[in-house]
């Protein structure tokens, strides 16, 4: 697992640098694999009382959105038992629910997780290691079964 702290200082600023030391050094050791586990602690004071999960936040949310624009494959290198529902609620419209905890807006998803799928795929083949069976796990983790022949459109 490889932790990145993410405090109140950074996400008011927009600043990622705590991010872009994690990852550009991941990046140069090439370690770039679902096996690194990524996660983010959020070190973010909230007000006593306030009852809103940290992706409802806005300025949080605002933070994933800018570092999801710098690194769009990013979602592979998460920990997908955790991390990854967290950082797509960051990403995809979404309630809680008391009995089901993260409920996403299921088109938003859908959405979301074609665009990754495309996305990571691209970086995949411009770095010589496509994976098609490591995108369809982390597709699973999101509850999508993708068919392997969207791959081989994909080329």
């Known amino acids: 697992m490889t932790l990145i702290n993410v ?10 640098t705590p991010a ?3 990852i550009e050094k991941l990046v140069q050791q090439g370690q770039l694999s679902p096996a690194i586990g990524l996660q983010f602690a959020i070190l973010y004071d909230r007000a006593l009382g306030d009852p809103r999960e940290f992706s409802e936040i806005p300025e949080i949310r605002l933070w994933f959105v800018r570092l999801d624009g710098v690194y769009p ?5 998460l920990d997908w038992r955790s991390e990854l529902a967290r950082y797509t609620a960051m990403l995809v419209p979404h309630q809680f629910s008391p009995q089901d905890g993260i409920v996403y807006n299921p088109e938003a998803l859908e959405i979301f997780l074609m665009g990754k799928l495309f996305i990571i795929w691209d970086w995949q083949k411009q770095r010589g290691e496509t994976n098609s069976e490591k995108l369809q796990q982390m597709a699973l983790a999101l509850g999508f079964e993708v068919d392997r022949g969207l791959f081989s459109l994909l080329g």
């Open 7 to 16: 405090h109140r200082e950074c996400i008011d600023t927009l600043d990622l």
């Open 73 to 77: 494959w990013l979602p592979y290198i």
């Open 20 to 22: 872009k030391v994690t």
